[in-house]
C-alpha cells in the first residue's frame, strides 16, 4: 500500500504559494462582504441606529417641544399685560374726559344758581338769566365739537334730521325743513343727536 507524503502544514502567518488552496469564503456571504460572524462592523454604511442615537434623538425632540412651550406660555403672559395695561390706560383716559365735560359745565351751573338766587328780588330778571345761562351751555357744547343746529328751509338730511312731522306749505318744495321742533348739536359724523323737524309733505 502506497501513501503519498503528506505536506508539511505552513507556519502561522505565512503566505500560501500560488496555487495553493485556501478556504476562501463563498461570493454573497456575510464573510464575503466584510462583516465577521457577529455581524456588520461598527464602519458598515446603512447600519441600524444603536439605542444611545434613539435616545439622544428622544432627548433633542423634548427638548425642542420645552422650548417652544415655554415661548408659548411666554407670548400668552405678554399679551395678557399688554391687555390689561391698555384697559387701565382706557379708564384712565375716560376718566379724564368726563372730568374735562363736567368742568365745562360748571359755569353754567354757577350762572343757574346766580339767576335763581336773583329770582326773588327782580322776577322779571328770571327770564333773561336763563336765556344767558342758555346761550352760555350752547357754546360749552360747541367748544366741546357739538355746535346747535336749528336751520329751517334747508332740504331735508337724513344724516342730520329726523322727522316728526309734515305740514303742508305750498310756498316751499317738498322735502324742505319749515319747523324745528328740537335742535340738533354736533355734524355729521360727530353727531350728539339729530335734529327734530317738521318737513313739507309732496302733494
Same mark, same amino acid.
Given at each position: 500500500?502506497?501513501?503519498?507524503?503528506?505536506?508539511?502544514?505552513?507556519?502561522? +502567518?505565512?503566505? @500560501?504559494? &500560488? *496555487?495553493?488552496?485556501? $478556504?476562501?469564503? =463563498?461570493?454573497?456571504? %456575510?464573510?464575503?462582504?466584510?462583516?465577521?460572524?457577529?455581524?456588520?462592523?461598527?464602519?458598515?454604511? +446603512?447600519?441600524? @441606529?444603536? &439605542? *444611545?442615537?434613539?435616545? $439622544?434623538?428622544? =432627548?433633542?425632540?423634548? %427638548?425642542?417641544?420645552?422650548?417652544?412651550?415655554?415661548?408659548?406660555?411666554?407670548?400668552?403672559?405678554?399679551?395678557?399685560?399688554?391687555?390689561?395695561?391698555?384697559?387701565?390706560?382706557?379708564?384712565?383716559?375716560?376718566?379724564a374726559e368726563r372730568a374735562r365735560t363736567a368742568a365745562a359745565l360748571l359755569p353754567v351751573i354757577d350762572n343757574l344758581e346766580l339767576a335763581l338766587s336773583h329770582a326773588g328780588a327782580d322776577p322779571g330778571s328770571i327770564v333773561a338769566g336763563v336765556q344767558a345761562v342758555r346761550d352760555q351751555a350752547v357754546d360749552t357744547l360747541?367748544?366741546?365739537?357739538?355746535?346747535?343746529?336749528?336751520?329751517?328751509?334747508?332740504?331735508?338730511?337724513?344724516?342730520?334730521h329726523e322727522v316728526v312731522g309734515v305740514v303742508e306749505d305750498p310756498d316751499v318744495a317738498p322735502g324742505t325743513v319749515v319747523q324745528v321742533l328740537r335742535p340738533g348739536y354736533g355734524e355729521t359724523g360727530n353727531q350728539l343727536r339729530p335734529v327734530a323737524v317738521a318737513v313739507a309733505k309732496r302733494e
Open positions: 500500500m502506497s501513501t503519498q507524503p503528506q505536506q508539511p502544514e505552513p507556519p502561522e +502567518g505565512a503566505v @500560501a504559494e &500560488p *496555487g495553493q488552496e485556501q $478556504d476562501l469564503p =463563498a461570493p454573497g456571504t %456575510a464573510e464575503a462582504r466584510g462583516a465577521g460572524p457577529e455581524g456588520p462592523g461598527p464602519d458598515a454604511a +446603512g447600519g441600524p @441606529a444603536g &439605542p *444611545g442615537e434613539k435616545a $439622544d434623538e428622544k =432627548a433633542e425632540h423634548a %427638548a425642542a417641544l420645552a422650548e417652544l412651550e415655554d415661548r408659548w406660555r411666554r407670548a400668552l403672559a405678554d399679551l395678557e399685560n399688554l391687555r390689561k395695561r391698555h384697559a387701565r390706560e382706557l379708564e384712565r383716559e375716560r376718566a360747541a367748544r366741546l365739537g357739538y355746535a346747535r343746529q336749528d336751520e329751517t328751509g334747508v332740504p331735508f338730511d337724513p344724516a342730520r
